[in-house]
């Protein structure tokens, strides 16, 4: 059974950071790749950040480059994305879901294409006071 849970989630005041994990059970989490998305209240969910089997590859969507970065541990079996400078904006509950394919974006659509991944987990509240 396919299971993804996200942990790290909480409450941080404007410009402070956090590390949010994924941990990954009941498939060969290192084969694919793992993409984090959001969704805010009254929002569509989106696309955060993507990062390629053995770190080929990272993506990250323009809310969030330069001041996160995505990594993975696949002795752990687990994704990391580390946000700084976290605002009220990033205000969301994060997700963490596994593509089908080992690189992000390979195949059809691009690494934003919800799609494309396979199994998602329950979410992390992000909560940013100002």
């Known amino acids: 059974q396919v299971r993804l849970v996200e942990t790290g989630g909480g409450l941080v005041q404007a410009g402070g950071s956090l590390r949010l994990s994924c941990v990954g059970s009941?498939?060969?989490?290192?084969?694919?790749?793992i993409g984090w998305f959001r969704q805010a209240p009254g929002k569509e969910r989106e696309a955060v950040s993507c990062?390629?089997?053995?770190?080929?590859?990272?993506h990250y969507g323009d809310s969030v480059k330069g001041r996160s970065t995505i990594s993975r541990d696949d002795a752990k079996n687990t994704a990391y994305l580390e946000m700084n400078n976290l605002q009220p904006e990033d205000t969301a509950v994060y997700y963490c879901?596994?593509?089908?394919?080992?690189?992000?974006?390979?195949?059809?659509?691009?690494?934003?294409?919800?799609?494309?991944?396979?199994?998602w987990g329950q979410g992390t509240q992000v909560t940013v006071s100002s």
């Open positions: 879901a596994t593509d089908r394919l080992p690189s992000c974006g390979e195949g059809y659509g691009t690494w934003r294409t919800q799609g494309r991944y396979d199994y």
């Open positions: 009941g498939f060969t989490f290192n084969a694919f790749a």
């Open positions: 990062i390629s089997h053995s770190e080929t590859s990272t």
